[in-house]
């Protein structure tokens, strides 16, 4: 499947359109994660197991985006847009939504 923030792929015309498809990933902050993540921020670097996390959620995200195109018999997802939101009443969960649209080509 070639998944693609780009309109169009170049050499491969598309044939059909599909519809849209989404993936969507919700992960909960663990609280030892947040506070290395708090060290971190005091005495500078790269919060690793944060960013572990955010990869994990979103190749999961466009994992779920890719079966649903693929129950919608594409073999392609174009115009892919990611993003990333915190959501919670402290801000402790994450959630990854990746969108694009399905098409043959």
Do not use: H
């Not at 190749?59 to 129950?71: G, H, N, S, V």
Request: net charge negative.
């Amino acid at each position: 499947m070639i998944v693609t923030t780009t309109a169009v792929l170049e050499g491969k015309p598309v044939r059909e359109y599909k519809g849209i498809v989404t993936g969507e990933v919700i992960v909960g902050a663990n609280l030892f994660r947040d506070l290395f993540a708090g060290i971190r921020d005091i005495v500078g670097g790269r919060s690793g197991s944060y960013e572990e996390v955010l990869g994990r959620a979103r190749r999961e995200a466009i994992a779920e985006m890719e079966a649903e195109a693929q129950r919608l018999g594409g073999n392609a997802v174009i115009g892919v847009d990611i993003d990333y939101e915190v959501l919670g009443s402290n801000g402790t969960m994450l959630m990854v939504s990746c969108s694009g649209t399905a098409v043959v080509v």
